[in-house]
Every structure is written in structure tokens, then in C-alpha cells.
């Protein structure tokens, strides 16, 4: 019961209406900034809470009081996998992210850049000579953050393409059977990636890791970093991706502006992630001992699911909800908040500060292939199923 009010409803709530959302979960919004998902129907009756309010969002993300643990999501329901560093707690987290973290530093995204200009280029060139229309979650989403993430990891090129269908297929194929066969492909392959890291530590993020820290990060956490990185900037960063190209042909006077005037909005890019916020972070937070946000308690054991879509799109439907690139710099929670903010923002940043406009001046007539078509949206995290776009 409990189990189901804080991964099935929590999902649920955060399917979208094209890019809003849905109205069950604007209807929990207007109720209040901390509502009540359920009640669990025990002796111990916890309750499971919905945060929507900004101030309450970050106040559960930034708190010691709260545990990240994934203790709700069906098989994976109490397990810590090495590595993965959105399921852990300090003193850990702290280790292994402070081990981590500079490899994401400003100086290697600049010398990073050029590599994905590169790759942008050629996704965009493969996508002419392809002729529309074109999927545009494949050719455009998948195209540009698996390649730009594997070089970002040191995965050879000649292994990119094989990892690539490994990792979509753990992630999407509808067999149970096969889809646990190829994340054991994956897992397999980047447990041969840190080996090798560790032999011929290059400039690579692992091999900057093995290099400084050496036997104070354990294989398998080496290779669940690996793996974390891999799957969260490949998929996400997709994802994101394509939902930006379906924007920029439902706005297209604000992409117009962005290409022929881009000197005039040089804060877009959080505008746009504001908007979107594609990547919800549903699993809740469980509270390690009784705390009082605004004027409710959250007693020890209850869950506290931070919606970060709730925070982001707080006024919608108001006017001043709606997607305007010329607001200036908004403030917003895209990337999370606290301790687990997103530890690869500047490199998804940077993959669609690069992509997004280089798009928007390739294709400037860009549109839906079949506009009286719905998009399909998957679940959460924001999903585009297939995106056909011609010009």
C-alpha cells in the first residue's frame, strides 16, 4: 500500500499534458505547498506527502533530516548499488561525490566543447542527407547525448554504437527478460571500461578518478559511477533534447528570436529548462526523525515526494507561467536542490546550449511531420515516445 502511494501515484501525478501538468496533480497543487499523498493503512500509519511549493522543495532536499535512500520502487526497494550516487546518504555521498565532482569542473566543459559542436554537426548533417521527416528522438536526442557522453567517459568510438542499443534496450525494450539481459550487458561492459581505466588512466572523467584516488574508490563503485553517469546523461539528456526540439516548433516565434537575435535573450537556456523540468526525481525523501515544514509535521518514517515540475511550473495556468525566453534569468529547480543537486547539469547544459540553437538555424522551418497527431508521451521522466518533425 505504502509502496504504491509513493512510486504508482507519484508517477502517475507527473505524466504530463503536452509539456504541462496533468490535472490531478495541478489540483494538489492549488490545495496547498505540503499535501497528503496517503496514509498508510497500517498500525504504524505513515504518511506519504507532496511537496509543490518552492521553499518546501528545497527545504526537504537540503535537510540532513531526510534520507535519499531508495527505499520505495519495487526490486530495487532497499538496495544501494555502488556508485549510484542518488541513493546514497553522508558521510558516503560526500566521499564519492567530492571524488567526482571536478571532472564536471568549467575549465573540462570548455575544453569538452568543441567535441560536441563537433557531434551536433554531424547528427545534424546525418539528419539532411536522411531527408524529412525524421524521428527526431533517435536521429536528434539519442544522436547527440550518447556519443557526446561516451566521449565524456573515454568509451572508445568503436564501442559507442553497440553500448548505445545495449543501453536503449535496458531501458525500453518491453521484455522483462530482455531488458534485465542487456542492463547485465551494460553493467558487464563498464565493469571492462573502469579495468581499463585503471590500467591506462586517460582524460576521460573515470580516468581522471582512477588517476587522483586510486584504491580510495573501489572497483564497484568506480563502475557504478560509470554506469550512473552513463545512464542519467545518455538518457536524460536525450530526453531533453527531444523534448527541446518539440518546443522549438510549438513556439516558433521564440526560436526565431533566439536565432536572429540571440544577444537579445542570453538566459534562455534556464527559461527553457524551467519549463520543461524533464527529469521529475519522484523517488521520495523519508524523514529521519520529526520535522516541521511550514505549518505541518512530518514525523519520523513518513515520505515527502519533491515535485520539482509542481515548483517550476508554480503558476500555471497563469499568463506568467507561460514559456517566455525574454523574462530574463529565472529561478528554478530543473537540476534539484541541496546535496544530490544534479551532479551532471553543466554538461547537460552544455550539450543543449549547443544543440538546441544550432537547430534552430539549421532547420528554420522545422514542424511536426503529422500536426493532428498527439504526441505520445511515455511515463515519467518526461518521455517523448517518437517526435517526426519535417522542414
Same mark, same amino acid.
Given at each position: 500500500?505504502?509502496?504504491? !502511494? *509513493?512510486?504508482?501515484?507519484?508517477?502517475?501525478?507527473?505524466?504530463?499534458?503536452?509539456?504541462?501538468?496533468?490535472?490531478?496533480?495541478?489540483?494538489?497543487?492549488? #490545495?496547498?505547498?505540503?499535501?497528503?499523498?496517503?496514509? @498508510?493503512?497500517?498500525?504504524?500509519?505513515?504518511?506519504?506527502?507532496?511537496?509543490?511549493?518552492?521553499?518546501?522543495?528545497?527545504?526537504?532536499?537540503? %535537510?540532513?533530516?531526510?534520507?535519499?535512500?531508495?527505499?520505495?520502487?519495487?526490486?530495487?526497494?532497499?538496495?544501494?548499488?555502488?556508485?549510484?550516487?542518488?541513493?546514497?546518504?553522508?558521510?558516503?555521498?560526500?566521499?564519492?561525490?567530492?571524488?567526482?565532482?571536478?571532472?564536471?569542473?568549467?575549465?573540462?566543459?570548455?575544453?569538452?566543447?568543441?567535441?560536441?559542436?563537433? !557531434?551536433?554537426?554531424?547528427?545534424?548533417?546525418?539528419?539532411?542527407?536522411?531527408?524529412?521527416?525524421?524521428?527526431?528522438?533517435?536521429?536528434?536526442?539519442?544522436?547527440?547525448?550518447?556519443?557526446?557522453?561516451?566521449?565524456?567517459?573515454?568509451?572508445?568510438?568503436?564501442?559507442?554504437?553497440?553500448?548505445?542499443? !545495449?543501453?536503449?534496450?535496458?531501458?525500453?525494450?518491453? %521484455?522483462?527478460?530482455?531488458?534485465?539481459?542487456?542492463? *547485465?550487458?551494460?553493467?558487464?561492459?563498464?565493469?571492462?571500461?573502469?579495468?581499463?581505466?585503471?590500467?591506462?588512466?586517460?582524460?576521460?572523467?573515470?580516468?581522471?578518478?582512477?588517476?587522483?584516488?586510486?584504491?580510495?574508490?573501489?572497483?564497484? #563503485?568506480?563502475?557504478?559511477?560509470?554506469?550512473?553517469?552513463?545512464?542519467?546523461?545518455?538518457?536524460?539528456?536525450?530526453?531533453?533534447?527531444?523534448?527541446?526540439?518539440?518546443?522549438?516548433? @510549438?513556439?516558433? #516565434?521564440?526560436?526565431?528570436?533566439?536565432?536572429?537575435?540571440?544577444?537579445?535573450?542570453?538566459?534562455?537556456?534556464? @527559461?527553457?529548462?524551467?519549463?520543461?523540468?524533464?527529469? #521529475?526525481?519522484?523517488?521520495?525523501?523519508?524523514?529521519?526523525?520529526?520535522?516541521?515544514?511550514?505549518?505541518?509535521?512530518?514525523?519520523?518514517?513518513?515520505?515527502?515526494?519533491?515535485?520539482?515540475?509542481?515548483? *517550476?511550473?508554480? *503558476?500555471?495556468?497563469?499568463?506568467?507561467?507561460?514559456?517566455?525566453?525574454?523574462?530574463?534569468?529565472?529561478?528554478?529547480?530543473?537540476?534539484?536542490?541541496?546535496?544530490?543537486?544534479?551532479?551532471?547539469?553543466?554538461?547537460?547544459?552544455?550539450?543543449?546550449?549547443?544543440?538546441?540553437?544550432?537547430?534552430?538555424?539549421?532547420?528554420?522551418?522545422?514542424?511536426?511531420?503529422?500536426?493532428?497527431?498527439?504526441?505520445?508521451?511515455?511515463?515519467?521522466?518526461?518521455?517523448?515516445?517518437?517526435?517526426?518533425?519535417?522542414?
Amino acid at each position: 500500500m505504502f509502496e504504491e !502511494i *509513493n512510486v504508482v501515484r507519484a508517477a502517475r501525478l507527473h505524466r504530463r499534458n503536452g509539456f504541462d501538468p496533468v490535472p490531478e496533480l495541478h489540483s494538489l497543487m492549488s #490545495e496547498g505547498d505540503l499535501t497528503v499523498l496517503g496514509t @498508510e493503512d497500517s498500525a504504524e500509519g505513515r504518511t506519504a506527502w507532496l511537496a509543490t511549493g518552492v521553499d518546501e522543495v528545497r527545504q526537504v532536499l537540503g %535537510s540532513d533530516r531526510f534520507s535519499a535512500r531508495l527505499l520505495y520502487g519495487g526490486t530495487a526497494a532497499g538496495i544501494t548499488w555502488p556508485g549510484f550516487l542518488t541513493q546514497y546518504d553522508p558521510p558516503e555521498h560526500t566521499r564519492l561525490r567530492r571524488m567526482v565532482l571536478p571532472a564536471f569542473s568549467a575549465r573540462r566543459m570548455r575544453g569538452f566543447q568543441p567535441k560536441v559542436e563537433q !557531434i551536433v554537426r554531424d547528427s545534424l548533417d546525418a539528419i539532411e542527407a536522411l531527408g524529412g521527416p525524421v524521428d527526431f528522438v533517435p536521429h536528434f536526442g539519442w544522436a547527440v547525448a550518447t556519443p557526446a557522453t561516451c566521449d565524456f567517459l573515454g568509451i572508445p568510438r568503436d564501442d559507442q554504437a553497440d553500448l548505445s542499443r !545495449i543501453l536503449l534496450a535496458s531501458r525500453t525494450d518491453r %521484455s522483462d527478460r530482455r531488458r534485465t539481459a542487456a542492463g *547485465n550487458k551494460f553493467m558487464t561492459y563498464m565493469k571492462q571500461h573502469v579495468a581499463r581505466s585503471r590500467r591506462e588512466a586517460g582524460d576521460d572523467l573515470f580516468g581522471v578518478v582512477a588517476r587522483e584516488h586510486g584504491d580510495a574508490i573501489t572497483d564497484a #563503485e568506480l563502475t557504478g559511477v560509470a554506469a550512473f553517469v552513463m545512464g542519467a546523461a545518455a538518457d536524460q539528456v536525450a530526453r531533453l533534447l527531444a523534448a527541446g526540439a518539440w518546443l522549438m516548433v @510549438e513556439e516558433p #516565434e521564440q526560436f526565431a528570436l533566439l536565432r536572429e537575435k540571440p544577444d537579445t535573450v542570453p538566459e534562455w537556456l534556464d @527559461e527553457t529548462m524551467r519549463y520543461l523540468t524533464t527529469d #521529475e526525481k519522484t523517488h521520495p525523501r523519508v524523514a529521519t526523525q520529526d520535522v516541521r515544514i511550514g505549518d505541518r509535521l512530518v514525523k519520523a518514517g513518513d515520505t515527502v515526494t519533491c515535485s520539482l515540475l509542481a515548483a *517550476n511550473r508554480r *503558476n500555471y495556468p497563469g499568463a506568467d507561467d507561460g514559456f517566455d525566453i525574454t523574462r530574463g534569468r529565472p529561478d528554478h529547480l530543473a537540476f534539484g536542490h541541496g546535496i544530490h543537486h544534479c551532479l551532471g547539469r553543466a554538461m547537460a547544459e552544455l550539450m543543449f546550449r549547443v544543440a538546441i540553437p544550432a537547430l534552430a538555424h539549421r532547420f528554420p522551418t522545422l514542424r511536426l511531420a503529422e500536426p493532428d497527431r498527439p504526441i505520445t508521451l511515455g511515463p515519467p521522466p518526461f518521455d517523448v515516445e517518437a517526435l517526426p518533425l519535417d522542414w
